[in-house]
């Protein structure tokens, strides 16, 4: 062991070249025991190709030695081979001392692969070897969160949690918390995030989101917050925190977080929508324009935030920027039948009637069976002197709407001078 010791202390006092040479040249005459140790060192640098080298040839001598096989499959598992693990686990005999970490090694590797009930069976079949033991009851309830079946991870959770607190740097109040949240049990949540301490970015936010199914708003604000304090970079923060905002109507506070959160996230397109509409909120409009403008730069597409700023065009009657606007969007290849719609509207309104004709023509091949589309194409065709193409459209239209009496009236009569 001398010689591993002095491993040891070459590798303390960064000398790792050398440490690993003296170990290599001693391998050769290490009896059982040192290899042993050695694979563990070398596992424990980082060396794992030389340690499953040492332990395979270890195998090859001890063959039913589970000790072994555990650490090989550790390491296998380290460097991608989770077959090799399975394999070498599978083969570890139920008599054997590692054959209970074995079978929670396998659950690992069978959830990892989506074999979630296999993972599940190799966890239980561990339980009735030991009924008492934390790590397999909170296995299970990890197994099955992440499978969304909360309400039986309650319960092993809540075995857990009367023996501790924290497993694997996990906070098993924290897990039982949101598994309550996730059955819509909001109080019960909130009621065991309390008694949590809230050190970390993520338990605060999840505590902020629960308090906010509860109807908390207030806490939810507090803990957002809190949050934004400890951590100016978590950007999920910064949306939530500002909807809160906005529901206890606080707008203003809303839009400045909202600007505050696009600072660390600039790419988040949800948000530069949503300070968009904030800013239109407070009449910002300036302002208004230019995040949405951003939010449809991220996504050409954008649907909703396309349309939003249309509207806002609309308000100050800026139809040639909603024209530049959507010819802009379809040239990224973005196409809706509404784009055409509200194409149709601009060049209408800019007394362009032959380029609205042909945009609401084109509208109408997705949108002849919305009511609203008709009625107000009809009446264009009507305006513009095409009544044999406008009577279809009112009497399609009339077939969705057959209440619409003033309508009605106006076809008929356009129907009867026509017959005349």
Avoid: C
């Avoid at 006092?13 to 003296?22: Q, R």
């Avoid at 949101?178 to 970015?201: M, P, T």
């Avoid at 839009?255 to 968009?276: S, W």
């Avoid at 076809?411 to 017959?419: G, I, P, Q, V």
Wanted: charged share 30%; hydrophobic share 40%; glycine share 4%.
């Amino acid at each position: 062991m001398e010689t591993i010791m002095e491993a040891v202390h070459l590798m303390e006092s960064k000398k790792s070249d050398e440490a690993i040479a003296l170990l290599e040249d001693y391998l050769p005459v290490a009896d059982e025991e040192e290899r042993f140790t050695i694979a563990e060192l070398f596992v424990q640098w980082g060396f794992l190709q030389e340690a499953s080298q040492i332990l395979e040839e270890l195998l090859q001598q001890y063959p039913h030695e589970g000790e072994i096989k555990v650490m090989l499959a550790d390491i296998y598992i380290e460097l991608e081979a989770d077959e090799k693990a399975i394999e070498l686990l599978n083969n570890i005999h139920e008599t054997d001392e590692s054959y209970l970490e074995a079978l929670i090694q396998l659950a690992d590797l069978y959830q990892a692969q989506g074999l979630f009930e296999v993972a599940e069976q190799k966890l239980l079949t561990a339980k009735q070897l030991n009924p008492t033991e934390p790590i397999i009851d909170f296995a299970l309830g990890e197994l099955l969160f992440s499978t969304g079946d909360y309400l039986k991870a309650i319960t092993y959770y809540q075995k857990v949690i009367g023996v501790t607190k924290e497993v694997a740097n996990v906070s098993v109040p924290g897990r039982l918390a949101e598994s309550y949240a996730a059955i819509g049990e909001y109080e019960e949540a909130l009621k065991i995030y309390q008694d949590v301490e809230h050190e970390d970015s993520d338990t605060l936010f999840k505590y902020g989101l629960t308090a906010h199914q509860a109807g908390r708003s207030d806490i939810a604000i507090k803990a957002w917050e809190h949050v934004v304090e400890i951590d100016p970079y978590y950007h999920t923060v910064y949306y939530q925190l500002a909807k809160a905002y906005e529901e206890e109507e606080l707008p203003n506070e809303a839009y400045t977080t909202a600007k505050k959160g696009l600072q660390v996230d600039e790419f988040n397109k949800e948000l530069f929508f949503y300070a968009g509409t904030l800013a239109h909120q407070l009449n910002e409009n300036t302002d208004s324009e230019k995040w949405m403008r951003q939010a449809i730069a991220l996504d050409p597409d954008y649907k909703e935030a396309i349309l939003s700023l249309i509207e806002i065009f609309k308000e100050k009657n800026q139809y040639a920027d909603i024209i530049d606007l959507i010819e802009e969007v379809k040239t990224t290849g973005a196409n809706d039948p509404l784009y055409e719609w509200e194409l149709a509207r601009a060049y209408n309104e800019t007394e362009s009637y032959k380029n609205a004709l042909n945009h609401y023509q084109e509208a109408y091949n997705s949108l002849n069976k919305d009511s609203e589309f008709l009625k107000e194409y009809a009446y264009f065709l009507t305006e513009e002197g095409r009544i044999a193409e406008a009577l279809p459209i009112f009497r399609a239209y009339l077939q969705y709407q057959p209440e619409d009496y003033e309508v009605e009236e106006f076809y008929n009569r356009l129907d009867e001078e026509t017959d005349r």
